[in-house]
C-alpha cells in the first residue's frame, strides 16, 4: 500500500523556518516526481514546488521563489520542503503528492490534478 506521510508542521513566528519531510513508502518512486501543495482556509489548494527524482529538477511559483528549497534523500525514501523567510501567508495546510507519469512531463508538475498520491497534510502555522 502506497503511503506518503508528512511530519514537521507546526507554529512559527514570522521570518522562522521550518523543514517539512514526506515519508513514502509502499513503492519505489526513484522515477517520480514529488510534490509539495498548500491549501489555506477558504482558498483553493495551490502549488508548492516539486522536484524530479532521477534528476533533482525542481519547480517552484513566484511566491515561494527564493524561500523555499526542496530536495530528497533517496536513502530514507523522503522528500524535504525547507521553508525560510515564512510569512503569516505562508499559513495552510500542506500536502505531498506524488505520481509517476510526471517524470516525463515535468511542465505539468504544477497541476495537483496530475498527481496519483497524496498524504494526509501537515499544518503549518506562522504568527504575525
Known amino acids: 500500500q502506497v503511503q506518503l506521510v508528512e511530519s514537521g508542521g507546526g507554529l512559527v513566528q514570522a521570518g522562522g523556518s521550518l523543514r517539512l519531510s514526506c515519508a513514502a513508502s509502499g513503492r519505489s518512486f526513484s522515477n517520480s516526481v514529488m510534490g509539495w501543495f498548500r491549501q489555506a482556509p477558504g482558498k483553493e489548494r495551490e502549488f508548492v514546488a516539486a522536484i524530479r527524482w532521477r534528476d533533482g529538477s525542481t519547480s517552484f511559483p513566484d511566491s515561494v521563489k527564493g524561500r523555499f528549497a526542496i530536495s530528497r534523500d533517496g536513502a530514507k525514501a523522503t522528500v524535504y520542503l525547507q521553508m525560510n523567510s515564512l510569512k503569516p501567508e505562508d499559513t495552510a495546510v500542506y500536502y505531498c503528492?506524488?505520481?509517476?507519469?510526471?517524470?516525463?512531463?515535468?511542465?505539468?508538475?504544477?497541476?495537483?490534478?496530475?498527481?496519483?498520491?497524496w498524504g494526509q497534510g501537515t499544518q503549518v502555522t506562522v504568527s504575525s
Open positions: 503528492a506524488a505520481d509517476d507519469r510526471l517524470a516525463w512531463s515535468f511542465w505539468r508538475a504544477r497541476e495537483q490534478s496530475a498527481y496519483d498520491y
